[in-house]
């Protein structure tokens, strides 16, 4: 896992997501980007990994997340098995893919926005079989329970 930026360095998980939920679209766009689009989605993606646990019997499917952060597309893997989740690069074809903006994506992860709100509005697709997708992002170690 890569070390924390300055930027991010000494705040706490809570201070982050107050940003998130807090700050227009504008102020997350130039802080992610101050940062460091990379650092961040990679930071962003190995904490998600590591929230899916181990589940016997589990075969393994590749769930895709494609951000666009105003026309440049941040592409994203999570390879899940029987032993949990790992970060993968893009390459065979995902069982499901979500599609949405950055800044929407960092919102919905920080729990500032309703996942279902913004799929019903259609801020946030799913293509492939969303309904493994909505299962597998259920079945999410949550923080703190």
Do not use: N, Q
């Amino acid at each position: 896992m890569p070390d924390l930026p300055d930027e991010l360095a000494g705040r706490s998980p809570e201070e982050v997501l107050a940003f998130l939920r807090e700050s227009d679209d504008a102020a997350i766009r130039e802080a992610v980007h101050g940062i460091g689009t990379p650092v961040v989605l990679d930071l962003l993606f190995t904490g998600m990994a590591g929230r899916f646990g181990a589940r016997p019997g589990r075969r393994p499917d590749r769930l895709a997340f494609a951000l666009d952060d105003d026309g440049t597309e941040h592409v994203h893997v999570l390879e899940l098995d029987a032993t949990g989740a790992r970060t993968v690069p893009p390459g065979p074809r995902p069982r499901a893919t979500l599609s949405t903006t950055l800044v929407r994506f960092l919102r919905v992860a920080a729990g500032a926005e309703d996942p279902k709100k913004a799929f019903l509005l259609g801020r946030l697709r799913l293509s492939g079989d969303p309904v493994w997708a909505v299962r597998t992002l259920a079945g999410m170690d949550r923080p703190g329970a």
